[in-house]
């Protein structure tokens, strides 16, 4: 039954590639395509959609509860996709104490989409993973038995799910980028390249903890390391949602030049670094780099229902 609600979903896979003509790159004799996994799914936006459906077929039926901020593009894509499947989905949020009745555009999302909410302050938020935690915050939320996924979505599921991406990207570019979170996807994405080819991470999260996060992911998803991967941590902006008027400047130029719509709390730091490296000289004449569009504007999604 959920097999029949899963082929339902229709996804274009694999992704399209798309050449950009950017003058910044090809001055420099660099081809720059756009791997365009926002494609992937008009309401289960890019990585999102290749890290969750693995886990949504684990839950085979099951409630699926999972944790976020309250911004959290991996609420809000759980939240949909349980309205697509006929799952049942939990969102425990993070830090919103109770009496704070208004809901931020991207909860109300969630809860249109038949997402029951569940608030938690920030102390408990932290010891989450802590087994009694975890299933005092599971109890408390009416949520006893059901399929947890980790706050971002990435387990070794997830992980596993995003080596496909890399799978997609082979003999087509020399370096693929993509901003991270939690690292899930790329963790997957450097596993699934082929030889010769190599990652870039950019960490939209300030703190430098994120290579260890993409090690410990490979070592649950595939057993110990895997591929050609490095980060560059100069590109968070200040942390997650953190913007300045110098990026918006940037992504809203990028959306003219190019017709694409830039996500920003991911996909526009990635960019803006790929284009500051491009001026360093990291990236030879001839080569190709790929920047993965792991999602689209969250206003630009058409609304569901
Ligand atoms: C969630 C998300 C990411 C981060 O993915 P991780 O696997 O957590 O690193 C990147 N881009 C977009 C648009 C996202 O929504």
């Not at 896979?13 to 050449?19: C, D, G, N, T």
């Not at 249109?112 to 302050?121: N, P």
């Not at 960019?271 to 080569?287: D, K, R």
């Amino acid at each position: 039954m959920k097999r029949l609600a899963l082929t339902g979903l229709q996804p274009r896979l694999p992704s399209p590639v798309h050449e950009v003509v950017d003058s910044r790159f090809g001055r420099g004799g660099v081809r720059l395509v756009l791997k365009r996994d926002d494609l992937i799914h008009p309401e289960l936006v890019g990585n999102k959609w290749r890290k969750l459906v693995p886990n949504l077929v684990a839950a085979s039926g099951r409630t699926v509860v999972t944790f976020g901020g309250a911004y959290s593009n991996h609420l809000r894509a759980t939240a949909a996709a349980g309205r697509l499947l006929g799952l049942s989905t939990v969102g425990v949020v993070r830090g919103q104490e109770l009496g704070e009745r208004r809901l931020n555009p991207s909860l109300e999302r969630c809860v249109a989409d038949g997402m029951r909410l569940h608030f938690i302050d920030r102390a408990t938020y932290r010891r989450k993973a802590e087994p009694e935690t975890l299933a005092a915050v599971l109890r408390a939320a009416g949520a006893e038995g059901a399929y947890v996924v980790p706050e971002g979505g990435s387990n070794a599921l997830a992980v596993r799910g995003c080596r496909a991406l890399g799978e997609e990207l082979r003999g087509q570019a020399d370096v693929v980028a993509v901003a991270c979170g939690t690292g899930g996807t790329l963790a997957g994405l450097a596993a699934g390249l082929g030889p010769g080819q190599r990652a870039l991470g950019v960490p939209v999260l300030k703190g430098g903890f994120l290579g260890d996060e993409v090690r410990g992911l490979q070592a649950e998803a595939f057993g110990g390391p895997r591929g050609d991967w490095w980060l560059d941590e100069r590109f968070h902006f200040g942390g997650y949602a953190r913007t300045t008027g110098e990026l918006e400047a940037f992504a809203d130029d990028f959306e003219e030049r190019h017709g694409v719509a830039v996500e920003r709390l991911y996909v526009a730091k990635l960019l803006y670094g790929l284009v500051v490296l491009m001026e360093e000289g990291a990236f030879a004449p001839g080569a190709t780099v790929a920047a993965v569009v792991t999602g689209a504007p969250f206003e630009a999604q058409p609304a569901s229902r």
